[in-house]
Every structure is written in C-alpha cells, then in structure tokens.
C-alpha cells in the first residue's frame, strides 16, 4: 500500500525561486503593510483579471464577509443557504444578524431562488448565496427578489474564483462579493481574500472599515476592523496570477478523466459543466445514493480513509445543525429536504492541478470495487 496519503487538495505554488525578487524588493523598501506597492499592485491585477472595478484585498475571506456586511449596513435578518462553509453563517452571526436558512437547488446545491420569498419578514435585509464547489447561482432571479424586496445582494463567492458566465465574472452578480484565498482554493495567498464591488463609493468605504475606520490620520469614520493584506502576501499574490489560468487547465483534465471513469458507476452521480459557464474544478463532488450503489456515503468515506486517500464531506453537517444555530426555526430538517438529503450523500474526492493519473485511477478502481 502507498503510505503518502493523497489529500482531498494541495495548493497551487510557483516556483520559489520566481518569489525571491519579489521579497528582495520588500526588503529594500521595508514596507510591510498598510497599502503599499505591491498591495496596490495587486488589486489593479486581480480587477482586471476578473474583469471588475474594484478590489479590495484582506488578510481573509472571513474579516472580508464580516466587513462587507457592515460596508453594507446590513441587519436583522440575512437569508442564506446552510449548505456552506460555516463561515457564511458566522459571519452573519458576528454581525448581529439572523440567519435564516434556504433550501437548495438539486442540481446546483445553490440557494433555490423559488424558495426565497416564502423566508422575507420584515426585518430581512439581505441575501447571501454561495456559489457553492464553483457553480454560480441563479443570478437573475435571485437579484429580480432582491429589487423586489429592496433587498442587499452579498455573495459569497469564495468558491468561483475564475469562473465566467457568458464571458462575465460572476463576481460583478449583486451589491459586493466575497473571494477567499486560503490554502485550499483555487486561487491562494496562503491566507487571504478580497471583497469585489463595482461601487467606487463602496470601496472607499470597505477601505476604511478594513483599516479600523480611518479615513484620514486623525478621521475615523466607523467602528472599523483590522483586515488589511501585507506585502508579503500580496507579492504572493501577483504571482500566482501568473499560473493560475495553467492551474485552472490542469484541474479540467483531472474532473475530465473521474468523469469518464465513474460514468458507469450505479448510484454515483456527478456535476457537470453548465451551459456557458467557464468553471474552476475548484471541488470534485460526487453523490452516492446508497440503494443503488450498495455502499452509504460514510462507507466509502471510510474505505477511502483506511487506504489513505483523505475525501471530504463537504458541507456536512450542514451549518443549520451545528449547535449555534439548530434551535433557529429556519434550521428544521422538515424545512432544508434538499440540503439535508445531499449532506447525507455527498462527498469530495481529491481535486488539484497536480492529481496524478495513477491516483485518480487509484480513487476510481476502490469506488468500483
Ligand atoms: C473558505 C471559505 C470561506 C472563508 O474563507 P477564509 O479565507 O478561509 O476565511 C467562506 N466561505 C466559503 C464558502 C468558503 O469555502
């Protein structure tokens, strides 16, 4: 048996030597933070990379969403999906906001727009989607309740970094969205993130809440936070914009060959690329339907896990029954059947650029057998 475990990911990294100059550069200078060069730098990189007016870059994706919130005076009750990362939900959580859990689409695992109305009280304020393994949600009638309901749109976007719909960044969807660059995703600063907005106001905004409220040197302006990017990170960061479009390709031939090798696998069902889409492979999740495959989802989880190969049950549980928030009404099963189904049966196998074949075909042949 192969003793190195294969991870559920492994972060995309240039070449060190590539970094060296960068650092060279930071320490002649000596300026470590606090809107430097190399920060300014890479927010004009990645705005243009995306395609958006604006970013601003923070030291996480989760100081990002508790910022955005505030930058948009959200409060009382924010509607959102439980099949997330639970830093959606504590963002809301930290914000002295309500969540109120949406079902989700089957085919998408996004928030079920049809399923949004029925949740709006008086005290709703906003919406907060997540385009939840990199597949955007279904803007156009999620933005039409929005206006309807005078509603903000805040999406989580931590998830499709790259990612295109009709040649459009989906991350210029709604009032602001959320990026992440943690180890794990597809893009990463080691820690980051960034909050996208197309608002030149907003992002002034954003700016001062991220730097403690300071508009000028003796102006403060709102009960701000401490979100800002170092300059270590964002060299990091205009380099790996180099590569990722090249990380992006090779994560498509890895989902290319599991889906050609589990097509054939009863009770095993797989995502595919949407119409228009440019997807980022960011996850590569799968659905078991126990009958019909003759193995539960822990099962194969665990079969997995005893021959080193380390899956994830991304989202479960979901983040409506962790003990925060499972006493709130919207968070009953009876009122989550989709999400509360495919937590059951979902499970992410190993997906990153540098997957080799024979892992994969490592993978594939313990799921068939
Ligand atoms: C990773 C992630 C976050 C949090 O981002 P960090 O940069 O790790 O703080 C938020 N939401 C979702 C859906 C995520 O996957």
Known sequence: MDKKPIYVT????????????????????????????????????????????????????????????????????????????????????????????????????????????????????ALMPVHVYGNPCNHEKLQKIADTYGLK?????????????????????????????HATKVFNTFEGGALVTNDENMKKRIDFLKNFGFADEVTVVAPGSNGKMDEFRSAFGLLQLKIVDGEIAK????????????????????????????HNYAYFPIRINAEKYGMTRDELYNKLKSENIMSRRYFYPLCSDFPTYRGLPSAAASN?????????????????AEL??????????????
Not at 43 to 70: C, H, R
Not at 155 to 180: Q, R
Not at 358 to 369: D, N, P, R, S
């Open 10 to 125: 492994s972060p995309s990294l240039p070449k060190l030597d590539d970094f060296i100059p960068y650092l060279k550069e930071i320490w002649e200078n000596k300026w470590l933070t606090n809107n430097g060069a190399f920060h300014r730098q890479f927010e004009e990189a990645l705005a243009e990379y995306l395609g958006v007016k604006y970013v601003s870059l923070f030291t996480n994706g989760m100081i990002a969403l508790q910022v955005g919130l505030q930058a948009l005076r959200i409060t009382g009750e924010v509607i959102t999906t439980p099949f997330t990362f639970v830093a959606t939900t504590h963002s809301i959580h930290w914000n002295n906001c309500k969540p109120v859990f949406c079902d989700i689409e089957p085919e998408t695992f996004t928030m079920d727009p049809d399923k949004v109305e029925a949740l709006i009280t008086p005290q709703t304020t």
């Open 153 to 181: 749109l805040f999406y989580d976007a931590a998830h499709v970094f790259g990612v295109k719909k009709e040649g459009v960044s989906v991350c210029n969807w709604g009032n602001l969205s959320m990026l992440s660059f």
């Open 251 to 278: 994560r498509q031939k890895v989902a290319q060959r599991y889906r050609e090798m589990l097509k054939d696998v009863p009770g095993i069902t797989m995502l595919y690329d949407l119409p228009g889409v440019r």
């Open 336 to 352: 989550l059947p989709v999400a509360t189904r495919v937590a059951r049966e979902i499970l992410c196998l190993p997906m990153y």
């Open 356 to 369: 080799t074949d024979e892992a994969i075909q490592k993978i594939v042949t313990l799921i068939y057998g």
